[in-house]
């Protein structure tokens, strides 16, 4: 059985800490099964799904020889938002200031997923940092999701890009396994 990977954009920890500490405010308080540990908030830039070990060392010696002039840049958080019917929402996540840096890095990364043989998403790359998932059914309180973010917006410089490994039933469930880093 293949190990699941995928590849992200890591945050900073003065980031990845203040994202928690806004979450953990909610954690009762609105509908959902699952929320983001604290040390795996991420961007992702492509899910890669099973995958052999073999084919992880491959792919990221490729990307290595593509991002090797690429240049590190600045991301904000500064958004929040859902997935989903207001009423049911699938996934609550905190968004990015659009960035062309960003979109070009995703597109370069999918590009190379493909040559390699990666079946890549098809919808259009949605970047956003996830806080909590999975619509709970079963919640019998009222509840209102906030879709505006209150606070100062959150900069930081993209310097790297992690292949992670998933662990399901760990916390934190992705394991960094190869860094490429930006120039």
């Known amino acids: 059985m293949s190990d699941h990977y995928f590849l992200a954009v890591p945050l900073p ?5 203040n994202l ?3 979450s953990k405010k909610w954690y009762n308080k609105l509908p959902f099964k699952s929320w983001t540990f604290k040390d795996d908030f991420h961007i992702t830039l492509s899910f890669l799904g099973p995958v052999a070990s073999n084919k992880t060392v491959e792919l990221m010696e490729q990307i290595q020889i593509e991002l090797e002039h690429f240049q590190r840049f600045e991301l904000v958080i500064e958004g929040i ?3 989903g019917k207001i009423e049911q929402p699938r996934v ?3 968004g990015l200031k659009s960035s062309t840096e960003l979109i ?6 999918a590009q190379v997923c493909r040559e390699i043989g990666f079946s890549i998403e098809k919808r259009p790359y949605n970047p956003h940092i ?3 998932k999975k619509y709970n059914d079963r919640f019998d309180k009222e509840f209102i999701i906030p879709q505006k973010w209150e606070g100062n917006s959150l900069n930081f410089e993209v310097n790297e ?8 039933s760990k916390k934190p469930s992705y ?6 880093k930006l120039k």
């Open 13 to 17: 920890i003065h980031i990845k800490e």
């Open 20 to 22: 928690d500490d806004y």
């Open 81 to 83: 938002g859902i997935f």
């Open 92 to 94: 609550w996540w905190f």
């Open 104 to 109: 070009n890095l995703q597109k370069k990364i």
């Open 130 to 132: 996830t806080i909590a």
């Open 161 to 168: 890009i992690v292949l992670y490994k998933i662990h399901p």
């Open 175 to 180: 394991e960094p396994v190869k860094t490429v």
